[in-house]
């Protein structure tokens, strides 16, 4: 999940710069690590709050819709892995001005 967050930021970061919003991301080495870590740590906290997760599993579990209980958990993120990626992707393309972004 946190890949999944980290590519949606980086999808921001870029579509902002793409548009002029932001002329030059710093993102240094070394502020790497600990950004990582303090989203981890924010992530964790978010969810075992109150056993949050716990109330999320629960809801889940008391869906009547056949369909949706059908659906592997193990899907649903690979299938958001793969748009966050290629969200990235496309959004790498608008701030380079690449592909169908040329004469944007």
């Known amino acids: 999940m946190i890949f999944c967050v980290m590519m949606n930021i980086f999808t921001i970061l870029f579509i902002l710069e793409g548009l002029g919003i932001l002329t030059e991301i710093t993102f240094e080495k070394k502020f ?57 992707l496309l959004a790498g393309m608008f701030k380079n001005h690449y592909w169908i972004f040329q004469n944007i």
């Open 32 to 88: 790497k690590m600990p950004f990582t870590v303090v989203l981890v740590l924010l992530l964790l906290w978010y969810y075992l709050y109150k056993n949050r997760y716990k109330r999320i599993v629960e809801k889940y579990n008391n869906i009547e819709n056949d369909f949706i209980k059908s659906v592997h958990p193990i899907l649903v993120i690979l299938v958001y892995s793969i748009v966050s990626f290629g969200l990235v």
